[in-house]
């Protein structure tokens, strides 16, 4: 069964930075390229991050460019968000996100629960 | 950036009922383009893929249809189960921008 579980939000000062964790199991991770979504509370999604199964190709969305970091250590199945600078415009759910495969990207077949990232004074 | 819409925002719809949903691209995305389905609370849920094929494990009564840049999701039948909010989704190019959401409730 394949499993994703993030860790590592909570509640940070603008400025401030987090690094989220997301434990991936019941697949071959290195396999899959992941990914990080998040969602504002009350509104819609958007793609964060996304990283290729080795690790050697990564993609930004433009609001995070240059203030976020993805990373994976496929030796122990974990997908990573390095978040600097955040700002209130941050908050959000983040959640990671599997690839259906190499011959659709970006699209999720599986994604996590969720952790809540609170950007506040 | 590829810009998505979706119509309606919302409807009101009863068990039984046959839903639609429609899904634009500001420009052609071919047939890269997903449907999820998110109830409150859950992370988000792929039943169409690359614009009609059903992902594995979701009931039959969902069809996804389109290509270019018009693209409709119908529900037949439609369960209890299936009352949420329903976002497409295009994946032909980097960001892969999500529709604003269409919410189906109970009527």
């Known amino acids: 069964e394949v499993q994703l579980v993030e860790s590592g939000g909570g509640l940070v000062q603008p400025g401030g930075s987090l690094r989220l964790s997301c434990a991936a199991s019941?697949?071959?991770?290195?396999?899959?390229?992941m990914n990080w979504v998040r969602q504002s509370p009350g509104k819609g999604l958007e793609w964060v991050s996304g990283?290729?199964?080795?690790?050697?190709?990564?993609s930004y969305a433009d609001s995070v460019n240059g203030r976020f970091t993805i990373s994976r250590d496929n030796s122990k199945n974990t997908l990573y968000l390095q978040m600097n600078g955040l700002r209130a415009e941050d908050t959000a759910v983040y959640y990671c996100?599997?690839?259906?495969?190499?011959?659709?990207?970006?699209?999720?077949?599986?994604w996590g629960q969720g952790t809540l990232v609170t950007v506040s004074s | 950036d590829i810009q998505m819409t979706q119509s309606p925002s919302s409807l009101s719809a009863s068990v039984g009922d046959r839903v639609t949903i429609t899904c634009r691209a500001s420009?052609?995305?071919?047939?890269?383009l997903n449907w999820y389905h998110q109830k409150p609370g859950k992370a988000p849920k792929l039943l169409i893929y690359?614009?009609?094929s059903l992902q594995s494990g979701v009931p039959s009564r969902f069809r996804g249809s389109g290509s270019g840049t018009d693209f409709t999701l119908t529900i037949n039948n439609l369960q209890p189960e299936d009352f949420a909010t329903y976002y497409c989704?295009?994946?032909?190019?980097?960001?892969?921008?999500f529709g604003p959401g269409t919410t189906v409730d109970v009527k």
């Open positions: 996100a599997k690839d259906l495969g190499v011959a659709t990207p970006r699209t999720f077949d599986y």
């Open positions: 019941g697949f071959s991770f290195s396999y899959y390229a």
């Open positions: 990283i290729s199964g080795s690790g050697a190709s990564t």
């Open positions: 420009r052609t995305i071919s047939n890269y």
């Open positions: 690359g614009a009609s």
């Open positions: 989704q295009q994946s032909y190019s980097v960001p892969g921008t």
